[in-house]
């Protein structure tokens, strides 16, 4: 749901634009660029307004103090800047009710302090009188990438007119990036457009037959003001430049009056864009875009088709567990030829157990059949020292649920992967982030008086959860850390390694997610290679003592360019960032800025540039559809797989709509990740915003996506010679499962921040 409002008095935490206000400089703006002070550590009386901070040192706003000579700083500090506020911000204003307070976005967590008294926290509005307490540096009230917008009444007596105020800014960072660090910062008035919300229900469309439908809801949120203007909508097809619809809708809003537009559509299976533009009788304006979802993914066949990894690795004497991924209709029949000895495959559900002794490849012919036909394929099996042969495909709990998963949680995205047919395109891992150990401030044991770490109320049964999902053929993965907490501060494996390892083999886990987290405490400096190599390396030996393989994750930032050593400390994929979450520029930095760790990717060594961010999102408990368009979703998926990237998705598998199926249910570009040569794709051309990343493939053949990462629509013409072909080739569209035709240069339109995603046919 896409909001565009201020609540005065309160904090907006979803996804906000406020358009066309007064910028810096204006008579409506007051800056808070310059003059800040900063102090590490902690300390109250640094609230207050009598506090002598002529020694702290400056420091700049929207920069993160690592930046600024404080890269080993975690944990807390503060933030004081001294101000005159003039009258004239609130003699000049039309509306003169409120003052606002813009801090841009804060990393971790903040308590904003306005002459002494508390105001908000986490762009939270705080009861006057509330007791200052730590409670707030907790991940359940994150909201690291949600812009701080705080406002008083401007008749408050805390605000001294003409005076000096003291702003104080408290800030808790739990590690990597810390402080005051995106945005301009500001004093302003609102305008009368602060008042106005609209909710266009971002993502969310009625469809009936060729007609796409749209609701949107204004509402005046003031008390006191009408609001007066008009909305004009126009829809524009960003492939032919064509214009789709248009209309203008006049509204008048008395105080606290809502009122509802709708209008309908033609469907399109093209980039769409819809324009917003709101005007008002006090000449403000309001401006907002959205992408029309559109599908390009052919339906599913009834005929059989085996999809997924083809080469799968596991070590001799190991459990064995795989589920053939194929699509048709139900009922089918499933065989494998070939088996190694001591495997089994139960041919109504194409689940294969067992163990295998030997090392040795193994090939195995593959046929599932059902009423409209057969389809065969040859699975390697390769029992050796290798696992993770392809990239892992599944899903984790963190970009969903956050703290707030649950036993039940999990098991319902589990059975989603096998109801919503996710199981037979290769998905295969359901992964739990932080969240189901004993959190560490409580009274509760946090292990058992033999050691056994214990799990809280929302997991009752871990060996049962782990039995439920393994009977679906899936796998079953779970996180800890090598420090004495997690990042949310709940029980983690530091000085139980081996203990530790053991009980995630009762469960029956097949991948742990380790985290560095806290460990960072235990460390004199968080960039060196030698002690962040060491915890790794012991969980290793751990999970290598086992009579269980258990895919190993190393996540711990990109901080020691880690591609450079996690596999020789067992890893099977490690991030190569900091987190990943739902914003263009966000995305854009993690998923294109992949070069220098390419070479390190290869079979049972993965590059993970962070989870999908795609579908409905927001790190527990209330979820957003993801704020990233159809195009830069389509980006999104293609780049992760010309990557070789592990594709891990993070939303509400319950709430899956056809478009997000779509985007996760493409066997070929599916293959392209999957694809058993494992290597990972570089870009080849990068020039006026188009990006050109070259993937080559086991058959011989060669991926390339071409990207247009700028703000506009692009035509673009792509020399095939530049990538060393000097006769014509034919080129497949991978999206639509299409043959183009054959071409010595390809022409095409780009929208922005999208993707034509081809294979070159060689072989």
Request: hydrophobic share 35%.
């Amino acid at each position: 749901m896409l909001k565009i409002s201020l609540v005065l008095f309160s904090l907006i935490i979803t996804l906000s634009f406020f358009g066309c206000n007064a910028k810096p400089g204006s008579k409506n703006v007051f800056e808070l660029d310059n003059g800040w002070k900063f102090k590490e550590g902690d300390n109250l009386n640094y609230a207050k307004p009598e506090y002598d901070d002529s020694e702290w040192k400056e420091i700049n706003v929207g920069n993160r103090w690592e930046n600024q000579g404080y890269d080993k700083l975690d944990g807390f500090a503060w933030y004081r800047i001294k101000i005159v506020i003039p009258s004239s911000l609130k003699n000049n204003a039309e509306q003169k009710d409120s003052l606002i307070f813009n801090f841009g976005k804060i990393n971790d967590f903040d308590q904003f302090f306005f002459n002494g008294e508390l105001i908000g926290a986490n762009s939270e509005k705080v009861k006057p009188g509330t007791k200052v307490t730590d409670s707030y540096k907790n991940l359940d009230h994150s909201a690291w990438n949600v812009d701080r917008r705080y406002s008083i009444p401007s008749d408050n007596n805390l605000i001294k007119w003409d005076k000096e105020n003291v702003i104080a800014i408290r800030v808790f960072d739990l590690g990597l990036s810390g402080g005051l660090y995106s945005g301009e910062l500001s004093l302003s008035m609102p305008q009368l457009n602060d008042y106005l919300e609209i909710n266009i229900n971002k993502n969310n469309f009625n469809i009936t037959g060729k007609m796409f439908g749209k609701t949107i809801l204004i509402s005046n949120r003031s008390g006191a003001y009408k609001i007066v203007g008009n909305l004009e909508i126009k829809i524009e097809n960003n492939i032919d430049e064509t214009e789709i619809f248009k209309d203008k809708f006049s509204f008048f809003l008395a105080p606290e009056e809502k009122k509802e537009i709708k209008f309908r559509f033609n469907k399109t299976n093209e980039s769409t864009t819809i324009q917003y533009k709101l005007a008002f009788d006090d000449n403000s304006k309001i401006q907002i875009t959205e992408g029309v979802p559109y599908i390009l993914t052919p339906p599913v066949k009834a005929e059989p088709q085996i999809n997924g990894a083809l080469i799968y690795g596991e070590r001799p004497g190991k459990p064995f567990l795989y589920r053939i991924a194929a699509t048709g209709k139900r009922p089918m029949s499933y065989k494998a030829d070939n088996l190694p000895k001591d495997l089994y495959l139960d041919g109504k559900t194409g689940i294969i157990k067992g163990k295998v002794k030997n090392t040795g490849k193994y090939d195995v012919t593959l046929t599932v059949e059902n009423e409209f036909g057969v389809d065969t394929k040859l699975l390697e099996i390769v029992i050796g020292d290798k696992l993770s042969l392809t990239p892992p495909m599944g899903w984790n709990s963190w970009n969903c649920w956050g703290l707030s998963v649950s036993q039940e949680k999990i098991y319902d995205a589990a059975k989603a992967f096998v109801d919503k047919g996710l199981a037979d395109h290769g998905w295969t891992y359901i992964n739990i982030d932080d969240g189901w150990e004993i959190f560490g401030e409580s009274d509760e044991p946090k292990r058992s008086p033999n050691g056994e770490i214990l799990t809280n109320k929302k997991f009752p049964d871990m060996k049962k959860l782990g039995n439920d999902i393994h009977a679906l053929g899936l796998k079953f993965g779970i996180y800890s850390s090598p420090g004495t907490l997690t990042c949310g501060g709940y029980t983690a494996s530091y000085k139980h390694e081996y203990q530790d390892a053991r009980t995630f083999a009762k469960w029956g886990i097949d991948y742990l997610k380790y985290d560095l987290c806290s460990y960072r405490k235990l460390m004199n400096d968080q960039n060196s290679v030698k002690e962040l190599i060491s915890p790794y390396q012991l969980m290793n030996k751990a999970l290598r003592s086992i009579d269980r393989d258990i895919v190993y994750y190393i996540c711990e930032y990109g901080n020691g360019k880690v591609w450079e050593w996690g596999e020789s400390v067992g890893g099977n994929l490690w991030r190569t960032t900091g987190d990943i979450w739902d914003d263009w520029d966000r995305m854009y930095e993690i998923g294109f800025g992949q070069v220098e760790s390419a070479k390190y990717a290869g079979p049972g060594h993965w590059n993970d540039p962070d989870m999908l961010v795609i579908g409905w999102i927001g790190w527990g408990p209330n979820l957003h559809q993801t704020k990233l368009t159809p195009d830069e979703q389509y980006t999104h998926v293609s780049l992760w797989s010309l990557l070789s990237a592990p594709l891990l998705l993070g939303n509400d598998l319950t709430k899956l709509d056809d478009f997000t199926l779509n985007l996760i249910t493409n066997d070929e570009i599916i293959a392209i990740n999957q694809d058993k040569l494992g290597k990972q794709a570089t870009p080849i051309i990068k020039k006026e915003g188009i990006e050109v990343w070259k993937k080559e493939l086991s058959d011989r053949n060669i991926a390339i996506g071409i990207f247009n990462v700028s703000k506009d629509n692009k035509s673009y013409k792509l020399d095939l010679k530049k990538l060393g072909l000097h006769k014509a080739v034919t080129l497949r569209d991978v999206w639509r499962q299409e043959n183009l035709g054959e071409f010595s240069e390809f022409n095409t339109k780009i929208p922005s921040h999208g993707v034509r995603l081809l294979k070159i046919l060689l072989n």
